[in-house]
Structure formats: C-alpha cells, structure tokens
C-alpha cells in the first residue's frame, strides 16, 4: 500500500475532524455519567464501552482492509493498553462532575507528562525551554484545580492524574509507532483493552438504558474515528505543523457544554486554560526547532 502523499490541508482537516470525536467522547462520556440518559453509569462500565465499540469498529475495518500484520511487541502493548484504559477511565470520572472545557485543558498535559517521562526512560535530554513549556503548562493546571475553593477538586484531580497516565502511555505508544503498522496497533490495543474492561466492569455493571446503549456505541465509534483521523493528519504532515490544531478540541469542549449542559467557562477556566496552551504550544514549537538541528 502507498504512502500517504505530504498534504498538509488534509492534515489540517482531519485534524480538525480528530478535535471534535475527541471533545464527542468527553461529552458522551458525561452524558453517560450523569443522570440525563437514566441511572448514572460506573466509570469502569463506561470506559468498557469505549474499548468495546472502538474495537469492533475498527476490526470491521481490519476486516476490509485486510492490511499485513507483523510479530507484535506484546509486552509493549499491554503495558500501553493498561495505562491508557487507567486514564481513560480516570478522564471519564472526571467529565461527569467539572467541565468538559476544564477536563479539555488539563488533557494537553499529556505530551508534559510523557516528555518528563521520557527523560528516566527514554534517555532523553531536555533543555531549559522544554522545562519552561512544561512548567508553564503545569502551573496552567495547578489554576485550574482551584486550589482554596475547598481545597483540591476530586474531580479535577482524576482528570490531573488521567493527564500523567496517558502520558506515560505516550511512551509506549513511542516504541510501537515505528516498529509495527497503526492499524496492527490500535486493533492490539483495543483487543486488550476490551480484556481489561470488561473484567473491571462486572462487579459495577448496570443493565443501560436504550438511550445510553446508543451513547456507549457512539462513544465507541467516536473514538476510533478520533484515532483514524489523528493517524491520518500525522501521516500527511509533520507531528510539529499539525499537532498544534489539537487545541481545537477546546472550543468543540466548550461548544458541546454550552449546547447540551448549559455550562460557560468561568474566567479562572480561560485563565487556566490559556497557561496550558501557552506551554504546549511552546513545548511543540521547541520540539519542531530540535528536529530541525
């Protein structure tokens, strides 16, 4: 099969089409969590129905594809799917009770987090404007956990530690992108993750409305649509051109909590918000000039 040609407007679209699945899977996600559909659902019950409809979506695919596998690295995988399907569920925690916007801003510290990461085991070095993007994008985070109004937030905490967990992911999603095909690695993931959360789920599942059958399945289908779009703007374009149009995913977050839940972002979340943009921002632009030497 080809490879993709270099395009960077069809990067940028499905970029843009990656930011409002992936601000769709928050929202369902809240949706599911709270009492508008029926009963709220577990976050473990939720987070099974995420790997459990991304995974039959995208075997379906594999299906018609029918793209060549190589030997998988499984022990990379399981570590990725586990600490993925852990902050997966810790994000899904979180959107039911702060939000979407709040949740949002406090994911982009992944690529902090897995940076950090990278320097115990990757071996990797980083320079002082590294370590400036990344304390400016946590002290983004700090803001927007609130500390004096009671404290830390619970919830916000769940989404902090749902940031360090999918970054460290990132991780091991580094020592699999080079070695083995993104279909092969996203259908691994998912089959795994399915494992993990269903054995998670049985002692909290509860029998889901109609309505909430169908927000488990777009969950599912929202996800890998998110994962195919986001693999296919890396593939037309370079990661330090196109990343910074995730941001996006912000104002779809904002728009979906405005439309279905009645939520404006209040200064401190803008504020916030803001701070951490500045720091990825400032972290992506300092990654494409290292590439660049």
Same mark, same amino acid.
């Given at each position: 099969?080809?490879?993709?040609?270099?395009? $960077?407007?069809?990067?940028?679209?499905?970029?843009?089409?990656?930011?409002?699945?992936?601000?769709?899977?928050?929202?369902?996600?809240?949706?599911?969590?709270?009492?508008?559909?029926?009963?709220?659902?577990?976050?473990?019950?939720?987070?099974?129905?995420? &790997?459990?409809?991304?995974?039959?979506?995208?075997?379906?695919?594999?299906?018609?594809?029918? $793209?060549?596998?190589?030997?998988?690295?499984?022990?990379?995988?399981?570590?990725?799917?586990?600490?993925?399907?852990?902050?997966?569920?810790?994000?899904?925690?979180?959107?039911?009770?702060?939000?979407?916007?709040?949740?949002?801003?406090?994911?982009?510290?992944?690529?902090? &987090?897995?940076?950090?990461?990278?320097?115990?085991?990757?071996?990797?070095?980083?320079?002082?404007?590294?370590?400036?993007?990344?304390?400016?994008?946590?002290?983004?985070?700090?803001?927007?956990?609130?500390?004096?109004?009671?404290?830390?937030?619970?919830?916000?905490?769940?989404?902090?530690?749902?940031?360090?967990?999918?970054?460290?992911?990132?991780? &091991?999603?580094?020592?699999?992108?080079?070695?083995?095909?993104?279909?092969?690695?996203?259908?691994?993931?998912?089959?795994?993750?399915?494992?993990?959360?269903?054995?998670?789920?049985?002692?909290?599942?509860?029998?889901?409305?109609?309505?909430? %059958?169908?927000?488990?399945?777009?969950?599912?289908?929202?996800?890998?649509?998110?994962?195919?779009?986001?693999?296919?703007?890396?593939?037309?374009?370079?990661?330090?051109?196109?990343?910074? &149009?995730?941001?996006?995913?912000?104002?779809?977050?904002?728009?979906?909590?405005?439309?279905?839940?009645?939520?404006?972002?209040?200064?401190?979340? %803008?504020?916030?918000?803001?701070?951490?943009?500045?720091?990825?921002?400032?972290?992506?632009?300092?990654?494409?000039?290292?590439?660049?030497?």
């Amino acid at each position: 099969m080809p490879l993709p040609r270099h395009n $960077p407007p069809l990067a940028i679209a499905f970029m843009l089409s990656a930011t409002a699945f992936i601000a769709g899977t928050m929202m369902m996600a809240k949706l599911l969590g709270s009492d508008l559909l029926g009963p709220a659902l577990h976050p473990l019950q939720i987070s099974h129905g995420r &790997f459990i409809f991304a995974f039959a979506t995208i075997a379906t695919a594999a299906a018609v594809l029918r $793209p060549t596998f190589t030997h998988p690295n499984l022990p990379v995988h399981i570590g990725r799917s586990l600490f993925g399907w852990m902050g997966v569920t810790c994000m899904f925690a979180a959107v039911a009770f702060i939000p979407l916007s709040d949740a949002t801003a406090i994911s982009f510290l992944n690529p902090v &987090f897995g940076m950090l990461l990278a320097i115990p085991l990757l071996g990797e070095r980083v320079g002082k404007w590294r370590w400036l993007a990344a304390g400016m994008a946590l002290a983004g985070a700090l803001i927007l956990l609130r500390p004096g109004e009671g404290t830390f937030q619970l919830p916000a905490l769940l989404a902090l530690a749902a940031a360090a967990l999918l970054g460290t992911e990132l991780i &091991f999603i580094k020592k699999l992108a080079d070695r083995e095909p993104t279909l092969q690695i996203l259908l691994i993931n998912n089959s795994i993750g399915c494992v993990i959360s269903s054995l998670a789920a049985i002692a909290v599942f509860a029998n889901p409305t109609v309505a909430q %059958w169908g927000a488990l399945v777009a969950l599912g289908v929202l996800m890998a649509g998110a994962q195919a779009c986001f693999v296919n703007a890396m593939a037309r374009a370079d990661a330090s051109f196109v990343t910074p &149009f995730s941001y996006v995913t912000l104002i779809f977050a904002a728009l979906y909590d405005l439309a279905l839940f009645d939520v404006v972002p209040d200064a401190v979340s %803008w504020l916030g918000a803001g701070v951490i943009l500045a720091g990825a921002a400032l972290l992506a632009a300092r990654e494409r000039a290292a590439k660049a030497t």
